[in-house]
């Protein structure tokens, strides 16, 4: 069982940064694909970014690429994800998400594992 706590959330203007943090629990964390979704008010959950259990392969959502960037220290048992030039429409709840495997996807149902959330809000 992996269990997923995600800080580093909050309120930002428009073109700053924030880095939110995942921090997983279990012997396994390092045999798992890691991803970050979010939610913004009043529509579906979507896939943000995600990462391979050996930090090799990353993926990005097209609305984030070259703004985003994940990265995880399997040593800290932790993931990362680093925001950019935030804009108001990255306004969401943030969550952790793992899964048991190689690949990287992007739908929902596939990840076995998540956080509660953190909340982003870029303000313009």
């Known amino acids: 069982q992996v269990q997923l706590v995600e800080s580093g959330g909050g309120l930002v203007q428009a073109g700053g940064s924030l880095r939110l943090s995942c921090a997983a629990s279990g012997r396994t964390f390092s045999t798992y694909a890691m991803g970050w979704f979010r939610q913004a008010p009043g529509k579906e959950r979507e896939f943000v970014a995600g990462?391979?259990?050996?930090?090799?392969?990353?993926y990005y959502a097209d609305s984030v690429k070259g703004r985003v960037t994940i990265s995880r220290d399997n040593a800290e048992n932790t993931v990362y994800l680093q925001m950019n030039s935030l804009k108001p429409e990255d306004t969401a709840v943030y969550y952790c998400?793992?899964?048991?495997?190689?690949?990287?996807?992007?739908?929902?149902?596939?990840?076995?594992?998540w956080g509660k959330g953190t909340l982003v809000t870029a303000s313009s």
């Open positions: 990462i391979s259990w050996v930090g090799s392969s990353t």
């Open positions: 998400a793992a899964r048991s495997g190689v690949s990287i996807l992007t739908t929902i149902n596939p990840w076995q594992h």
